[in-house]
């Protein structure tokens, strides 16, 4: 796999799916050595179920863990600590994923309960978690949600988690970017498969999720997240942590020219407009779906949030944005995706990006 390519997969088997990926990436020649120390780093940041948009889906670790299993792999690790004051022990629970490493018999670490090392990151000291730094394959399993003070969260951000709660709090006081893209420096991030199936509209502790219904798989954690701001209708030159990442040699934001490849089923099944939660709801209002794939709703979903942040939703009139395959060959005012191409207006795409959408209805709506 290269650096610039972005594989997705979508549907709702989510545990296949990762396996799916995985075995079309031939991770396990990517990794090597069967006897390598081969670590997954969840999003577990509370105890919320994954459906609330907050942490990982436990089937992506379950799946991880079968793939690499089933090619050999033995010395494996599942490691995390949660946001300061929540305990880790529970929220791995609460999310299914302690069920999970039972069941493979592969060990979860809290790293809330590691001693750390400090670690040049750049010029910046910064402590890390000795475990972290044992590993020699770092397979990163974040969630594509918003941040109520990044923006986005997802690759990046996620390795906060192999940090003492000490460095959490300083982190903060420092205002999170620079010391998340400097710590990126010490962790190098080889795999990312990333929970892109539900995360939250705009905050990093759930409560709206946007159902999108996929997987993505990476190895460039900075075009990682420069995309996943796109999904969430931001340009990644908004995520101020991104341009310092890449000035740093993290990864690079070129979006434009990543190959993204889709590896979903060629006949999607139609998916029925999700029960929206809270502030997704109010944003629903604008929307006409019909059997509508849930990466298309969802990349809608995230557009009309970043125009409600703007102010330019008031004087909409609900219910006339089109999106859906039951739309194919049809006329219509304003249409979202492929399917509504023949429409008087539409932005195409399969799913489109939130960001196209959200110049699209600048300009157009």
């Not at 994954?50 to 599942?78: C, I």
């Not at 997802?154 to 420092?174: Q, V, W, Y």
């Not at 620079?178 to 892109?196: E, M, R, S, W």
Request: hydrophobic share 35%; aromatic share 6%; net charge neutral.
């Amino acid at each position: 796999m290269k650096d610039n390519e972005v594989y997705m997969i979508c549907g709702t088997q989510y545990k296949q799916m990762a396996i799916e990926l995985l075995e079309t990436l031939d991770l396990a020649s990517d990794i090597g050595d069967r006897a390598k120390r081969v670590g997954l780093k969840p999003n577990i940041l509370n105890d919320s179920l994954p459906s609330y948009g907050a942490t990982t889906h436990p089937q992506l670790v379950d799946g991880t863990l079968e793939y690499l299993k089933r090619h050999g792999f033995w010395n494996l690790v599942v490691l995390e600590s949660s946001w300061i004051g929540a305990e880790t022990g529970r929220s791995v629970r609460a999310t299914g994923i302690w069920d999970v490493c039972q069941r493979h018999g592969v060990s979860f670490l809290d790293l809330k309960k590691d001693t750390s090392v400090a670690c040049d990151a750049a010029g910046m000291q910064i402590n890390v978690c000795k475990e972290a730094l044992k590993l020699d394959y770092f397979i990163n399993l974040p969630v594509v949600k918003g941040h109520c003070q990044t923006t986005v969260t997802c690759a990046l951000k996620n390795c906060k988690g192999l940090i003492p709660d000490s460095e959490k709090r300083r982190f903060h006081t420092m205002g999170l970017h620079k010391p998340i893209a400097h710590l990126n420096t010490v962790i190098h991030q080889d795999f990312i498969l990333a929970d892109n199936i539900c995360g939250d509209l705009d905050f990093e502790e759930g409560g709206n999720p946007v159902v999108m219904n996929r997987i993505l798989g990476l190895k460039d954690p900075v075009l990682c997240d420069s995309f996943a701001a796109e999904i969430m209708g931001y340009r990644p030159n908004e995520v101020e942590y991104l341009t310092i990442a890449q000035k740093l040699g993290v990864g690079s934001m070129d979006t434009a020219n990543a190959k993204v490849i889709d590896i979903s089923p060629a006949a999607m099944e139609p998916s029925a407009a999700p029960q929206p939660a809270r502030r997704v709801k109010k944003l629903a209002q604008y929307v006409s779906p019909k059997d509508a794939c849930s990466a298309c709703y969802g990349s809608l979903i995230h557009a009309l949030g970043r125009l409600d942040e703007e102010g330019a939703l008031a004087k909409r009139r609900k219910g006339n944005l089109a999106v859906g395959q039951g739309y194919r060959g049809q006329c219509g005012k304003i249409g979202i995706g492929q399917c509504t191409h023949c429409f008087e207006k539409s932005v195409g795409g399969c799913p489109p990006k939130a960001v196209d959408i959200v110049q699209f209805l600048r300009k157009e709506w």
